[in-house]
């Protein structure tokens, strides 16, 4: 239904930023809501943040609230996710999902789980 393609992950040091794309596409692509998961070592994947292409914002995990902001570019079909003053437990793999379902997604199950981008936040 959907596809997603993830970049932007890598190396950084504790304080620093990164942002990370989500290139999506399918035909109801505009009905899906999107959303960053990440899944630190010997953790569940968590929701990070939720977002809809209208730009509605519909969720913050309060871990990173006032530190990551998810956005939407729809011309450019592409997700964001900019991390700003990163920490060591950001470390994690981090997912592009989407659903039609708000609920699928806080719960964990969206229809499409993008591959994964590791993030690594070194001390």
């Known amino acids: 239904q959907v596809q997603l393609v993830e970049s932007g992950g890598g190396l950084v040091q504790a304080g620093g930023s990164l942002r990370l794309s989500c290139a999506a596409s399918?035909?109801?692509?505009?009905?899906?809501?999107m959303a960053w998961f990440r899944q630190a070592p010997g953790k569940d994947r968590d929701i990070v943040a939720a977002v809809s292409w209208s730009g509605e914002r519909l969720h913050y995990s309060n871990i990173v609230k006032g530190r990551f902001t998810i956005s939407t570019d729809n011309a450019k079909k592409t997700v964001y996710l900019q991390m700003n003053d990163l920490k060591p437990e950001d470390t994690a793999v981090y997912y592009c999902?989407?659903?039609?379902?708000?609920?699928?997604?806080?719960?964990?199950?969206?229809?499409?789980w993008g591959q994964g981008t590791q993030v690594t936040v070194s001390s």
């Open positions: 399918g035909r109801t692509l505009s009905r899906y809501i």
């Open positions: 999902a989407a659903d039609l379902s708000a609920h699928m997604l806080v719960i964990g199950r969206p229809e499409k």
